[in-house]
């Protein structure tokens, strides 16, 4: 394990800053070492185990910490010995690639001996580089300087910690992609006198966005030259890993059939690329290895234990501008699309269609994928596609031309949900009072709009002429502006309910559809003769009125105050010659009082001023 004892330098604002979060560790996995001799470092600390890895080896290492008692900081740009009372760890940085942290504590204090642990796992980078290691932290404390003490609150400091990781020359291999249907490999070919020896089965030559699908088989070779302590030295390969193939065209990818070979049984391994390229230009590939054998370097063999390696390999690679008959995939949407930032989207609702039309160019066939739509595909020129169910989906286009080219082109479709009919639904009769036997006949005045506009589907209506409180009824009606005959004399709720939708009278009362309820709208009384000797007898005064309503009748059995809607204001049963009613509570409007008497029924009109 290297150590390095280096001063903890912090540049110092007298502001106060704001606190940095440091990542805790949640793992328990370290346990702090507090029995050990510890570094005699700006941060002492104390490593359990060495901090030198290999490349791409697992990384799983402890590093408990003290608490420093004194660090060096600027004030007022005079450099001060600050006494540290508490430390609060933020941060843990210089860390190669690959590898994180977390902290088991981080508020110390030094006067306590308080330990941290840093816990860092991960996989060691490809490079070989030794990583010092910086610990960040707040510190509250007190700065001697120019002979007077500063209280230091909160104060960011930056510890040089001495720790050195180290990342050696590993033994682990980079992962290559290896291909999961393999090329067939090509051995009773002449190969390419090159640096490594290929066969390419067709020539190597594709234009702008033509699909490439191509396999090259390669030799191991049995030599190549490499650098090493800054000299190139010619190499003798016992075994070749490859481990990249790079300087590909933009748009193309590959894997390798065989990443483990060996000159000495000429092994073969197969290249695959697939893709469509997008930018011309010639390229020259290049493969990158680790390799296994011996090197000649001033006259003296030293042995080479998977040393990086890149060939040119030979391989060229030629993209051209695409000719004038290159197929490119169009088309045009009904609705049109709204064109968006990267792309563009058809916005539609539930239940409606989007008609596409193909305009490709140099076509010889065609693909639709009509994602969340119906049909799911097609290969027909002009297709009409239904969506039913709200989401944001994409319809892709491929067009295919000669020479194996092909083109796509994506539209977004964003379905929402179908907008529904706003109803207000109201209704009027041209009479609430009747005798029985008499017919009411009803007004629908209900409005229905859609998205502000007048609704022009259909509309459903269901009557209830006497409506219970769970508004069920067994005299009804659906037609828009009915009537209907009160056999029976009483006091009758009416209810008018509307949908766009078939009406299930049993779903009326749970709140399902739009509904109107009036109720005690229309009154039936018996059909009863007065003698005219008898309604001169009875009397309601004052009339008009302000406070109260006097009524005289001899035998009063019940007294019923009726607005000029048809509206019940005020019923009650007597049993008495003279009774008085407040008219404080009624609005001042022209109303009937119905007397019923043991002779008979009479009507007295009366104003509320």
């Known amino acids: 394990m290297k150590r390095f004892l280096l001063s903890a330098i912090a540049i110092f604002a007298m502001s106060m800053c704001s606190l940095a979060q440091s990542i805790v560790c949640t793992d328990n996995a370290c346990t702090p070492i507090t029995d050990q001799t510890f570094s005699n470092t700006s941060v002492p600390y104390y490593c359990p185990q060495s901090l030198t890895f290999e490349q791409g080896q697992a990384v799983d290492v402890c590093i ?15 450099p001060a010995t600050a006494q540290i ?16 942290y977390c902290v088991s504590r981080v508020e110390m204090d030094p006067t306590t001996n308080v330990y941290a642990t840093i816990h860092i796992t991960g996989t060691a980078p490809s490079a070989n580089e030794d990583y010092d290691l910086e610990l960040s932290g707040i510190f509250t404390g007190t700065a001697s300087a120019m002979g007077s003490d500063f209280p230091l609150n909160n104060q960011s400091v930056t510890f040089a910690t001495g720790i050195v ?9 980079p992962s290559e992609i290896v291909c999961d249907d393999p090329c067939p490999a090509v051995t009773n070919q002449p190969m390419s006198q090159t640096t490594i020896p290929y066969y390419a089965p067709e020539e190597l030559t594709y234009n702008v966005n033509e699909a490439v699908d191509v396999c090259i088989t390669i030799q191991c070779p049995a030599n190549t030259n490499v650098e090493y302590m800054g000299m190139q030295a010619a190499a003798t390969i016992t075994n070749m890993t490859i481990t990249g193939f790079s300087n590909l065209p933009d748009g193309l990818s590959y894997c390798v059939s065989r990443v483990d070979m060996d000159p000495t049984t000429n092994n073969y391994a197969t290249l695959h690329l697939t893709g469509t390229p997008t930018t011309a230009e010639e390229y020259n590939l290049n493969i990158s290895c680790n390799v296994t054998g011996t090197a000649n370097v001033m006259g003296n063999n030293v042995p080479l234990n998977n040393q990086a390696v890149t060939f040119p390999t030979g391989i060229v690679v030629t993209i051209e501008e695409e000719t004038s008959n290159s197929v490119v995939a169009n088309f045009t949407t009904n609705p049109e699309a709204t064109q968006l930032l990267g792309g563009s989207a058809v916005y539609i609702t539930a239940g409606q269609t989007i008609t596409y039309t193909n305009t490709s160019e140099n076509a010889t066939s065609i693909a639709w994928t009509f994602e969340g739509g119906n049909p799911a595909t097609s290969t027909e020129n002009t297709v009409t596609v239904t969506y039913a169910t709200v989401g944001n989906y994409t319809t892709t286009l491929t067009a295919y031309g000669e020479n194996n080219t092909e083109s796509t082109k994506t539209v977004g479709v964003n379905v929402s949900a179908a907008p529904t009919p706003v109803f207000n639904v109201d209704f009027t009769a041209d009479v609430t009072t009747i005798e029985t036997g008499e017919t009411v006949h009803f007004t629908n005045n209900t409005t229905v709009t859609l998205n502000d506009e007048p609704y022009t589907g259909t509309v459903h209506y269901q009557w209830l002429f006497n409506a219970n409180y769970l508004l069920r009824s067994d005299a009804t009606s659906t037609e828009e502006n009915p009537s209907y005959t009160y056999e029976t004399a009483g006091v009758y709720t009416v209810a008018l309910a509307a949908s766009d939708d078939e009406i299930i009278i049993a779903e009326i009362g749970g709140g399902w559809y739009p509904v109107k309820i009036k109720e005690d709208y229309i009154i039936v009384t018996d059909p009863v003769s007065v003698d005219e000797n008898i309604a001169g007898e009875i009397n309601v005064y004052p009339n008009p009125t302000s406070s109260v309503i006097n009524i005289a009748a001899n035998g009063m059995q019940n007294i019923t105050i009726i607005d000029m809607t048809g509206r019940v204001v005020m019923s009650k049963d007597v049993n008495s010659n003279f009774e008085t009613i407040s008219a404080e509570g009624f609005a001042k409007a ?12 009479v009507v007295k009109n009366i104003v509320v001023e």
């Open 85 to 100: 009372q508490s430390l609060t760890i933020t941060g843990l940085s210089n860390l190669p690639e690959g590898l994180s």
């Open 165 to 173: 990781l180290t990342i050696g020359e590993g033994q682990s291999q």
């Open 590 to 601: 022209n109303y009937m009082v119905r007397i019923a008497t043991a002779d008979g029924v």
């Open 64 to 78: 408990t910490i003290m608490c420093p008692e004194t660090t060096n900081v600027t004030v007022y740009s005079f």
